[in-house]
T-cell receptor, first 115, second 114 residues
Framework: DQQVKQNSPSLSVQEGRISILNCDYT??????FLWYKKYPAEGPTFLIS?????DKNEDGRFTVFLNKSAKHLSLHIVPSQPGDSAVYFC??????????????FGKGTLLTVNP | DTAVSQTPKYLVTQMGNDKSIKCEQN?????MYWYKQDSKKFLKIMFS???????INETVPNRFSPKSPDKAHLNLHINSLELGDSAVYFC?????????????FGSGTQLSVL
């Protein structure tokens, strides 16, 4: 039962262009969403997050958009750089600041940025 | 100066053996976790400890026993290893149980059961 889905296992873009990574969720109780980035042989690192009370959050080249009615979020990277090549995990939680915090992750999307 | 370190990085063992994976964090965090990334690439939470107390236990077989001697350490002991236990195990920590967006992960332990 995949509550968080990343339907694109991989994405390839040219350096300088926009990368758009998509994520869908099924659990309406989720109210906090995160993106993690993972390089090979390393653990995931937190990238950016968004609360369900917002529809957009921006941090430098990274912007996350949330469409609650469609249960969909996306991560935009502009401009893409070769160092952005990594696996990106979408994650969601139903406890925004509560106790017993638990993240539900998607399967990840491998982004390759070509020079 | 690794924030969350886990050892070993690779673990190859025979079915039926007992093995342990160690995890230490030097961030002063109160909460630690074990996540498992299976062959389908999903990252799933197994356990969470807050100040040495178990707060999340996700229907993990009894063969898996976490141990937290202090809040900076969370070790994972696995008895009677099975083929299906082969996966990458990630340790993580956060400031508190409500600070999940600030999960800091270790680099993972690749467990292969033959």
């Amino acid at each position: 039962d995949q509550q968080v889905k990343q339907n694109s296992p991989s994405l390839s873009v040219q350096e300088g262009r926009i990368s758009i990574l998509n994520c869908d969720y099924t659990n309406s109780m989720f109210d906090y969403f995160l993106w993690y980035k993972k390089y090979p042989a390393e653990g995931p690192t937190f990238l950016i997050s968004i609360s369900s009370i917002k529809d957009k959050n921006e941090d430098g080249r990274f912007t996350v958009f949330l469409n609650k009615s469609a249960k969909h979020l996306s991560l935009h990277i502009v401009p893409s750089q070769p160092g952005d090549s990594a696996v990106y995990f979408c994650a969601a939680s139903g406890n925004s600041g509560g106790s017993n915090y638990k993240l539900t992750f998607g399967k990840g999307t491998l982004l390759t940025v070509n020079p | 100066d690794t924030a969350v370190s886990q050892t070993p990085k690779y673990l190859v063992t025979q079915m039926g053996n007992d093995k342990s994976i160690k995890c230490e964090q030097n961030l002063g965090h109160d909460t630690m976790y074990w996540y498992k990334q299976d062959s389908k690439k999903f990252l799933k939470i197994m356990f969470s400890y807050n100040n040495k107390e178990l707060i999340i236990n996700e229907t993990v077989p009894n063969r898996f026993s976490p141990k937290s001697p202090d809040k900076a350490h969370l070790n994972l002991h696995i008895n009677s290893l099975e083929l299906g236990d082969s996966a990458v195990y990630f340790c993580a920590s956060s400031q508190g149980p409500g600070d999940g967006e600030k999960l800091f992960f270790g680099s993972g332990t690749q467990l292969s059961v033959l």
